[in-house]
């Protein structure tokens, strides 16, 4: 099964340690990061797609996609 998730966080170290939390856990970066303001929170976001192949697995809608 391939797995795909969307990091988000403001523009801080939390964002590149949600990030490198995920590499460290086999996930693989997928596309560019992006860059936005966000209006309602008044800051500025990344954002970055990652995917990771589960072996043996198969995708069911009620999967917690952030425990693979």
Known sequence: MKVYRFLTAPDDAS????????LNK??????????AYNAE???MQCGQAVVKDV????YTPDIKLSEQ
Do not use: I, N, Q, R
């Open 26 to 35: 086999g996930w693989d970066l997928h596309g560019s990061p992006t860059y």
């Open 15 to 22: 964002f590149c340690h949600k990030v490198t939390l995920a």
């Open 41 to 43: 929170a008044k800051v």
């Open 55 to 58: 072996p043996g697995k198969e």
